[in-house]
């Protein structure tokens, strides 16, 4: 043991004030992190698998269900869905995948702090674990469910092509651009509880103004919103990829791509900034 | 060692909190806005805010072990998380040198779901110790927790004294820090396994700065060679005096007085006498193992003959001490209507050191119906130089027996 020499100082100002200590030390945090990360999401997976019969089954389900909604009500007529350039059921079962995926991401940083909040408030050790822990937690469900995604992709009559193999790159995008936005709103939803309900709403907003059950408008306003949504590109570009048809706004979806690589890495210095003070009124 | 520097080292350290909920979320969204700007902390207080600790400061070296002392709300472990990083100071300054470790929130991480030996890996990892340290000590952990064949069941099937211990064995087989802290965790499981940790931790403190809070006074005693006594957030006493600072956070807790009974009786007038001296109101101190002595005056209302016992009673209201009030024959005295005054000798004040009161009790002596129950009266403190882990101390001189003598066997024929 020669690591005796560490000194640890604490003080009122803020870290900000001596950035190069901040990085320095988020960088070795994170990297102390990968082995507490992977331990506590083998853990979750575990206990989750152990408490149900169905276990991963679970994961379709959703998409699943809002698959088969969708193609009745097109079926029916109760909802004019415009022609979608790969059969109906699977764009929608796509989409709904990709756009879950999003929307539990986004939720995942403020899930796995609340989780943790019992020995967030009494131990210190690296808290960007919790983080990375949820990402593993998703990277490993994603992998189960792309197993049954591609089979039912081709099922649906969509042959995927070498496109197939940039998929993961794609899923794993639309993962980190979730957890950016998770980690900037995580602070203040700690704080009110009204964010964390807000999340859900605005996830259900969002989806219709994005292709995940509906084609792209081909005119008039809806066609703008549809657009200038950064989540139209996410879910394209995966959907182009896992179904092998053309990829539309791949410049667009590179830009949301570095955008949110910026906004992460953001996040990540707010979740570590605040954290401290959060826990300080979470636990009085 | 002496010459070392200080591991720990405290500068004028304050923090404030705030006693109203919704404000305290409002001032956090401030602070975060703060922080994130690289901004200065206010240093005054704002509209419902108090300093939950102010101005502290003091430094610890190798091989000491400080005691927090307070009662619940003196700040101790709002300090003990500022030294853990928990949460930023608002003032001053925390130096720490070497490895932490905190014995604190144990079995951290644990899911009731898995397994004893599953949550051994995540509370290890929470802890930061790597995995192959914990498979190489793995079977030390399971024979220090006691647990033998149950590791492979879930947690959610332990006892509660199970769990613990399994929590505790983690870390204090893995743990090897240069500054410990300690929060009210040893006083886990049952006797045999709350001094096995003890003797763990007595390991652990040779060589490390150790930062303790417990209110088991028996345990500060045992185990402090320093102590700050708090009170509302700051410093009291900063001693070595170890019966010293342990009388002081004594002598902070107040005891509320307490009437019952059907009023038929009504105590007059109390007073404790030791060594034929009246014990001072202002500060009621008495030394261990002196002869107290009771002067009662009582009233008793017509239609009840009663009798009196006087009780000693500790902190928690629960009695130590009862004295009857006899005559020779060893029969009840019996008071007839009317006012009586009588003395009453307690014998040696034999208890350990602490805050006692004296409780009286008049009833009917053929109903048994209390007429009258005064609780908390007269509180006042014994005084030790030394610390036992027992109710009642009582030093006696010995007799060395010859060692070749045969032993004198009660069964034996």
């Not at chain 2, 091989?63 to 003990?80: I, W």
């Not at chain 2, 399971?142 to 590791?151: D, H, K, S, Y």
């Amino acid at each position: 043991m020669t690591r005796s020499n560490i000194t640890i100082v604490h003080t009122p100002d803020s870290a900000v004030r001596r950035p190069g200590r901040l990085l320095r030390e988020l960088v070795a945090d994170i990297r102390a992190s990968r082995s507490l990360a992977w331990r506590l999401a083998v853990r979750d997976i575990r206990a989750q698998y152990r408490q149900s019969y169905l276990g991963y089954l679970w994961a379709f389900v959703m998409p699943l269900a809002n698959t088969a909604v969708w193609i009745m009500l097109n079926h029916t007529g109760v909802v004019r869905v415009a022609d979608t350039p790969i059969p109906y059921p699977a764009y929608v079962f796509t989409g709904t995948m990709i756009w879950q995926l999003l929307v539990e991401a986004v939720q995942s940083p403020l899930q796995q702090v609340g989780m943790s909040r019992s020995f967030l408030t009494k131990l210190n050790f690296p808290r960007e674990s919790l983080i990375i822990s949820g990402i593993i937690k998703q990277a490993l469900s994603l992998g189960i469910k792309l197993v049954i995604l591609v089979p039912a992709v081709m099922f649906f009559g969509v042959m995927p092509d070498w496109h197939l193999t940039l998929v993961p790159l794609a899923l794993l995008a639309v993962i980190m651009t979730g957890v950016a936005i998770g980690l900037i709103i995580a602070p203040l939803g700690l704080l009110y509880t009204d964010v964390g309900r807000v999340v859900p709403l605005l996830a259900q907003f969002f989806m219709y103004i994005t292709p995940v059950v509906f084609a792209m408008p081909q005119g008039g306003v809806m066609a703008k919103v549809f657009a200038i949504n950064p989540a139209t590109p996410l879910v394209l570009t995966t959907r182009a990829w896992l179904t092998g048809s053309a990829t539309p706004m791949l410049g667009a979806f590179l830009i949301v791509v570095c955008g949110s690589a910026v906004l992460l890495f953001l996040g990540t210095l707010l979740y570590r900034l605040t954290l401290p003070i959060l826990i300080e009124r979470l636990s009085t | 060692m002496s010459g070392e520097a200080p591991l720990i080292r405290v500068e004028g350290l304050s923090k404030k909190f705030c006693t109203d909920l919704r404000t305290s979320l409002k001032y956090g969204v401030h602070d975060l806005v703060t922080e994130i700007v690289g901004g200065r902390r206010g240093q005054a207080l704002r509209p419902k805010e108090f300093w939950a600790l102010q101005n502290v400061d003091f430094e610890l070296r190798r091989g000491e072990c400080l005691g927090l002392l307070g009662r619940n709300g003196a700040g101790k472990t709002t300090l003990l998380k500022m030294l853990n990083g928990l949460m930023k100071p608002d003032k001053g300054r925390i130096e720490l040198h070497g490895r932490v470790g905190a014995l604190i929130a144990l079995g951290a991480g644990f899911n009731p779901i898995l397994t004893g030996r599953e949550n051994i890996y995540v509370n290890a990892a929470v802890l930061g110790i790597p995995r192959s340290e914990v498979k190489r000590r793995f079977d030390e952990i399971v024979e220090f927790a006691e647990l033998g064949q149950f590791i492979d069941m879930p947690v959610q099937n332990y006892s509660s004294g199970m769990t613990v211990r399994l929590g505790f064995s983690v870390a204090a087989v893995l743990l090897e820090p240069d500054i410990l802290f300690l929060d009210e965790v040893l006083a886990v499981g049952d006797i045999g396994f709350a001094m096995k940790c003890l003797n763990r931790v007595r390991e652990i403190m040779a060589n490390s700065a150790v930062i303790f809070v417990s209110h088991n006074m028996p345990m500060v005693s045992a185990f402090c060679t320093r102590a700050l006594v708090m009170q509302r957030g700051q410093v009291l006493l900063d001693t070595t005096d170890m019966p010293q600072a342990i009388d002081r956070y004594i002598g902070a807790f107040g005891i509320d007085r307490r009437t019952s009974g059907s009023g038929e009786a009504e105590v007059l007038d109390l007073r404790l006498l030791v060594d034929g001296r009246a014990v001072n109101s202002d500060d009621p101190v008495v030394d261990q193992g002196r002869e107290g002595v009771v002067e009662l005056t009582f009233k008793v209302k017509p239609g009840h003959r009663a009798r009196a016992t006087v009780y000693v009673d500790d902190i928690a209201m629960s009695q130590v001490l009862a004295v009857a009030v006899k005559d020779e024959r060893g029969e009840n005295l019996v008071f007839p209507p009317g006012i009586h005054r009588v003395r009453v000798p307690l014998g040696a004040l034999e208890m350990n050191m602490g805050t006692y009161s004296l409780l009286v009790a008049i009833s009917n002596i053929e109903t048994a119906q209390l007429l009258c129950r005064e609780q908390g009266m007269l509180p006042f403190r014994v005084r030790s130089t030394n610390v036992t882990w027992s109710k009642i101390v009582r030093d006696r001189v010995s007799t060395v027996l010859p060692s070749g003598a045969p032993v004198n066997d009660a069964h034996g024929g």
